[in-house]
């Protein structure tokens, strides 16, 4: 397996070497150029995105992380720029999330990521101490104490020549913490390197590498990958507490959320709780308050939470290409890295889980609630329904007798008048009785009051209903 990789990274080597290909006995017209996807040399241009450095050991690093923000790119390219402005460097382009050029006394390379920027200053040469005279005392001072955002990751890296032996126990002691020393062989046992992922007194961490059979470009590899373990391990941790936070505060709201749901089936004293609007209205309120706050935790979480799975992700793969070989009596760097941020990425991911559940659940009570309230407010409009039909019903009969005692009224009236036309017939010297008149008008007048009136009520009735439907 090892001489299968070795012979791949040869093949990339010489590819990487035989850039300039001369190419004046090819055709020079496209003929196809217009029918280009507007993406494809973006697309080419992406694989070749992000070049490894080429170094030759010994050699000295100084690595950062600065965590600016996704919005942060067009800011942390500006002031690059500025400090090529200041010593005479062709500056990065205003689309550029990579670049690396050589300043003199030391070379830059910055790249742009989704929410934060590295800066790797980098000197080859021979040197004594490996942690001392590092290349960032070169850099202008008050241009490295204005770098945009905050830092995550300072590491200073110290890449041993061939020729150069592995320093004994009492020198690495000087060097690295002894208690949380790892150190393995990688790219195939081609080198080798040690850390101790602890914060030294120049609030630096520092990484060790020794060069056995390492080349310029393989050994740019290795540095990068080793920087990127260490940067990404970093970006996934920092969820960590924002996830310990968000845990406390789901510890409240799950068992806020269990009473409330006790409440929806009983009271306080323990008894079935007959439904009530008031009640269920009081308890629906605090489920809403609850699924507020609970999207708020959520949407102050989920970007983070999902990163730090991402950058885990990468931690893994980093660990991978590295092809660590274990050295007796150490730890190996993913072995220590699995100790500690296997443990914190499933509690992120326990806490994310946590809080999707919590959320179902609450919106189940909701609706659940809901459902009782919309029950309960049926029933009482049932109740009015039937009410008001029966007082309906007491109004049609009320109106029925008020319309019976209407007819005896216009009859009585109506009579009367007949009797005045009777009497009135009389004087003129008709031979008419006055009492056999009105008598006989009495039933006449009556049926005709009567089926005037129904006919009337019809008439309104339809006339309702006709408004009613349309």
């Known amino acids: ?97 990579h670049f690396s050029a050589d300043f003199g006394a030391f070379r830059l390379r910055w790249e742009r990521h989704s929410e934060f920027s590295t800066y790797t200053f980098l000197v080859e040469g021979e040197f004594v101490d490996p942690f001392s005279y590092m290349p960032v005392s070169k850099v202008p001072a008050d241009w490295l104490q204005s770098l945009p955002g905050e830092r995550i990751v300072a590491v200073h890296v110290a890449f041993m020549g061939a020729d150069k032996e592995v320093p004994d126990e009492q020198t690495m002691r000087k060097w690295l913490a002894r208690g949380c020393l790892v150190t393995s062989n990688v790219a195939s046992d081609e080198a080798q390197v040690w ?95 609850l699924s507020a706050h609970l999207e708020r935790l959520s949407s102050s979480t989920v970007y983070r939470l999902t990163a730090s799975r991402a950058y885990y992700a990468i931690v893994e793969d980093r660990l991978k290409e590295l092809n660590e070989g274990r050295i007796a009596g150490f730890q190996q760097v993913g072995e220590f890295l699995d100790r500690r941020l296997a443990p914190a990425m499933r509690t992120c991911v326990s806490v994310e889980d946590r809080l999707s559940e919590l959320s179902r659940r609450t919106t189940r009570a909701a609706n659940l609630l809901r459902t009782r309230v919309d029950f309960a407010l049926e029933e009482q409009n049932q109740q009015l329904l039937s009410t008001m039909a029966r007082r309906s019903k007491l109004q049609l009969r009320l109106q029925e007798t008020v319309e019976g005692l209407s007819v005896a009224a216009i009859t009585y009236y109506a009579v009367g008048l007949v009797g005045y036309l009777a009497k009135a017939a009389k004087s003129t010297g008709l031979p008419v009785s006055i009492e056999m008149i009105q008598g006989a008008a009495i039933p006449v007048i009556a049926v005709g009051v009567w089926l005037a009136g129904r006919k009337l009520r019809k008439t309104i009735i339809g006339s309702e209903e006709d408004d009613t439907a349309h």
């Open 1 to 97: 397996m090892g001489k299968e990789m070795e012979a791949v990274e040869k093949e990339i080597e010489i590819s990487m070497a035989e850039v300039n290909v001369d190419d004046s006995s090819m055709p020079q017209t496209d003929l196809l150029a217009k029918l280009d996807h507007p993406y494809r040399y973006e697309l080419t241009n992406e694989l070749h995105a992000r070049p490894f450095e080429r170094i030759e050991a010994p050699a000295k690093a100084t690595f950062y992380a600065m965590t600016s923000g996704e919005g942060g790119a067009k800011r942390d390219r500006a002031h690059v720029k500025e400090l090529c402005a200041r010593m005479g460097v062709n500056p990065p382009s205003d689309s550029s999330s």
């Open 195 to 289: 850390t101790d992922f602890q914060i030294h007194g120049d609030g630096h961490s520092r990484i060790l590498i020794k060069n056995r059979e390492l080349n310029g470009w393989k050994a740019g590899r290795v540095l990068q990958r080793v920087l990127e373990v260490m940067t990404y391990s970093n970006m996934a941790l920092m969820t960590l507490p924002l996830a310990r936070k968000a845990a406390a505060q789901m510890v409240h709201m799950d068992a806020a959320l269990a009473s409330l749901t006790s409440r929806i089936a009983q009271n306080e004293d323990g008894e079935e709780q007959e439904p009530d609007s008031d009640y269920d209205g009081e308890i629906l309120a605090q489920l809403t308050g």
